[in-house]
């Protein structure tokens, strides 16, 4: 199986700022990636897929980057929805597997 | 909209099968995977399985597929008529207690989620 590896676990950030979370592939991927943003109680939603394109109806303040084995999640000037729990997904084979988990909390 | 939606019981005793049903609204059930996932109460999220059916009428139309890590305690089955396609885990033990999510796939990973069903398996 693949594992992916999420950094950093948790994160304190205000809002306005800039906000990236890593997300590594134990082998190469492609552009198999997504991104999921979940808060408590709900399922996750899709922000990201295929690495770098939004999800219909996600704003533009997030955006992915990355190729291979590692990836990056940026979010540009945070905004108060945005703290929650942020995860990776592999596509590229199965079974598709999950990043642990980034925890994005206000300082 | 797609929407998805999880039924089934909240508390299953160790030993015994964990049954949940998801229904399918809004969408085609046809030409798409239809998956399981689940999350733990630590919050990892792990893909138990996905069913899929090209809406071919002859027998090979249809295809399984599941993690190896549940170790062929899992079967997961696809009813198109009624746009419904159900889990079941057998033998269960406390470590399968998590909220289970059926959810949506095709090129891109998983796109739309159901909202969740939290499942206890009591010892």
């Known amino acids: 199986d693949i594992q992916m590896t999420q950094s950093p676990s948790s994160l304190a950030a205000s809002v306005g700022d800039r906000v990236t979370i890593t997300c590594r592939a134990s082998?190469?991927?492609?552009?198999?990636l997504n991104w999921y943003q979940q808060k408590p109680g709900q399922a996750p939603k899709r922000l990201l897929y295929a690495t770098f394109t939004l999800h219909s109806g996600v704003p533009s303040r997030f955006s992915g980057s990355g190729s291979g084995t590692e990836f990056t999640l940026t979010i540009s000037s945070l905004q108060p929805d945005d703290f929650a729990t942020y995860y990776c997904?592999?596509?590229?084979?199965?079974?598709?597997?999950f990043g642990q988990g980034t925890k994005l909390e206000m300082k | 909209q797609v929407q998805l939606q999880e039924l089934g019981p909240g508390l299953v005793k160790s030993s015994e099968t964990l049954s949940l049903l998801c229904s399918v609204s809004g969408g085609p059930i046809v030409a798409y995977y239809w998956n399981w996932i689940r999350q733990t109460p630590g919050g990892g999220l792990e893909w138990i399985g996905n069913t899929y059916h090209s809406g071919s009428s002859t027998h090979d139309g249809g295809t399984t597929n599941y993690n190896s890590s549940l170790k062929g305690r899992v079967s997961i089955s696809l009813d198109t008529s009624k746009k419904q396609f159900s889990l079941s885990l057998d033998s269960v033990t406390t470590a399968d207690t998590a909220v289970y999510y059926c959810?949506?796939?095709?090129?891109?990973?998983?796109?739309?989620w159901g909202q969740g069903a939290r499942v206890t398996v009591s010892s």
């Open positions: 997904l592999q596509h590229n084979s199965n079974p598709p597997t």
């Open positions: 959810a949506r796939s095709l090129s891109y990973g998983f796109d739309y």
């Open positions: 082998q190469d991927i492609r552009f198999d």
